[in-house]
């Protein structure tokens, strides 16, 4: 039997999938992988414990789509990675820009916004991928992210800038500490998607004032900074991948009606479509 793995890796997950003749399916969730935040050894270590991945070895064609793979260097980092794993395997290893394009592509050329852990956008037309503002990671960019969400909302928290009643709830969903946050936020592994744990308490208060103003404020800063800079973005729709973009879509949807576009699909994870794309026989 034909077994085609694709893998949508991102900075908090990964999810694996089985793609046959007969039927695509998911195999595991796993830890997230960034190859320039994470390290291939624990990762190693974490796959060899997961008995629903035994199989994984006999793949013939892996698919990876993942976070930090824009680079050539971190796409042969994902190469060796795979062929450890799978050593018969042929592998393409792409992007996660490009998973999201193409789960999100309907025919139609259209502008991709990813928006989970991190964030960046693209242009696609089926064929060719192309960014206007590279991707700067959790420190200098990740306008509208979930890691986004989650400096605003611990900025607001210690700076005092959030309303009691909203600190109260927040203090009772993490340990805010703030020797433990920093030591998280600076010393520890995953930085980014520590501080994208604070979007689920975002999406919880969405109808509190505060809340919807801060999120209005992070993802007015994606718009302009990742998407106003397409010469498309008044001709074409704006499609939408990942969890924030997905669980925060009437606010999303209410901002790109105030800057005039065009909006699209919500795909909150696109491990099925992109199944589906490379299913065999499709």
């Given at each position: ?267 909150g994870e696109p491990g099925e479509r992109l199944a589906q794309f490379h299913q065999p026989g499709s």
């Amino acid at each position: 039997m034909e077994q085609v793995w694709v893998i949508d890796a991102g900075g908090s997950s990964c999810d694996w999938w089985l793609c046959t003749r007969e039927s695509v399916k998911p195999v595991a969730k796993t830890k997230g992988f960034n190859p320039n935040y994470n390290r291939v050894s624990e990762f190693l270590e974490e796959i060899a414990e997961i008995s629903e991945l035994s199989s994984f070895r006999d793949a013939q064609q892996v698919f990876w789509y993942g976070a930090g793979c824009s680079s050539e260097s971190n796409q042969n980092r994902i190469r060796q990675l795979l062929l450890r794993l799978a050593p018969q395997a042929t592998t393409e290893v792409k992007s996660d820009l490009w998973g999201a394009a193409r789960a999100c592509y309907e025919g139609e050329p259209h502008i991709c916004a990813i928006l989970g852990t991190g964030s960046n956008a693209c242009f696609f037309d089926g064929n060719t991928l192309r960014t206007q503002k590279p991707s700067l990671g959790y420190l200098l960019g990740d306008e509208g992210s979930g890691n986004h969400i989650g400096r605003a909302m611990l900025k607001a928290y210690f700076h005092g800038s959030m309303p009691n009643e909203l600190r109260e709830s927040l203090r009772s969903f993490s340990d805010l500490n703030l020797n433990t946050v920093l030591e998280r936020v600076y010393n520890a592994n995953q930085p980014a998607a520590y501080l994208a744990s604070f979007a689920p308490f975002a999406a919880q208060h969405q109808e509190n004032p505060f809340v919807r103003n801060l999120l209005q404020s992070v993802f007015d800063a994606f718009i302009e900074q990742y998407l106003l800079p397409f010469p498309e973005v008044g001709q074409t729709i704006v499609s939408w991948v990942g969890s924030v973009a997905y669980h925060f879509r009437e606010t999303i949807s209410q901002r790109l009606d105030a800057y005039q576009l065009r909006r699209g699909i919500f795909v909150g994870e696109p491990g099925e479509r992109l199944a589906q794309f490379h299913q065999p026989g499709s």
